[in-house]
């Protein structure tokens, strides 16, 4: 007679035999192993009910604090480091390419057209900055006709769409194409660091642990080319005293840029090459 108990022992397998393994649901793959290290953790930790409950009544305030403006639950698995390694993951490139990082929640799809040399700070508030960059491929030869869409915090780290009452629309967000060399020019503001959203139940649950709850100071860069896979990353300010401390664990030692003071007189200037991979079969551009 087959063992009906349901016991420390074989609980985690219990439950997977429930599985109907020809089902085609959108978490097939995952839950088999999803089950294994639940019940491994449970019997790990050995938490009381009560424990159990918090736990549960903690998920809920996730869900309940989730809507069309805020996403809590991308906040958890942010700040747990699981979207840096899903990412890590998915978007390996041969070395010398610009690794790919999370696009965040900032980001506006319709940003204007700017003209090389533009200033995209619309206030005239913050300490100046000129980007010269540059986009490549792996052979260092220029990819020209390049879309370089470009967006950031001002120097109190606030971007536009989270202040719309007091920085005007597109404030420090444009986009440029690169010139024939590669190259494109633009002017801006140096941004600040910012904290992630701490007054959710995530913020004030992780950073209770002692959780980093800040942002280093960076620039986000949108790259397209056809025939190229298109790159979505951060510029982080080298000079940040967060930077080894990022809540969401996206620094990479090549994406560290260097903040120098101009040489055209007041202000700063950065510099910086972006490197670009062909498109390869198989892989999102
Ligand atoms: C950002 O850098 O804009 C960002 C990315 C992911 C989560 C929160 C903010
Ligand atoms: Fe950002």
């Given at each position: ?242 930077l080894a401390r990022d809540a969401l664990f996206g620094v990479k030692q090549e994406l560290i840029g260097d903040f120098s003071p101009s040489e055209k007189g007041a202000g700063w200037a950065l510099d910086f090459t972006f490197v670009m991979v062909r498109a390869r079969k198989g892989r999102a551009s």
């Open positions: 007679m087959r063992d009906l108990s349901f016991s420390e022992n074989n609980s985690a397998q219990r439950v997977s035999e429930r599985l109907d393994r020809h089902a085609d649901g959108p978490l097939q793959a995952f839950m088999p192993s999803f089950i294994d290290h639940l019940h491994a953790l449970i019997r790990e930790t050995r938490p009381s009910s009560a424990d159990w409950r918090r736990a549960v009544e903690f998920l809920t305030e996730v869900g309940h604090a989730s809507d069309g403006r805020r996403q809590e639950w991308v906040l958890l698995s942010d700040l747990l480091g699981v979207t840096a390694l899903i990412e890590e993951i998915n978007t390996q490139r041969p070395k010398g390419a610009t690794p790919n990082t999370v696009r965040g929640p900032f980001y506006r799809a319709d940003a204007p057209h700017l003209p090389l040399d533009a200033n995209i700070c619309l206030d005239g508030i913050g300490r100046p900055l000129t980007v010269t960059g540059r986009v490549q491929d792996l052979d260092g030869q220029p990819v020209s006709g390049a879309s370089v869409e470009t967006w950031q915090a001002n120097g109190d780290g606030f971007y536009e769409n989270q202040q719309p009452d007091q920085q005007p629309e597109f404030n420090l967000r444009g986009v440029f194409t690169t010139e024939a060399d590669g190259g494109f020019r633009y002017r801006t503001v140096r941004p600040g660091g910012y904290a992630v959203p701490c007054d959710g139940p995530v913020g004030q649950m992780l950073g209770g642990l002692g959780f980093p709850l800040r942002r280093p100071a960076h620039l986000h860069f949108l790259i397209k080319k056809d025939g190229f896979e298109t790159i979505s990353t951060h510029v982080y300010d080298g000079a940040d005293p967060d």
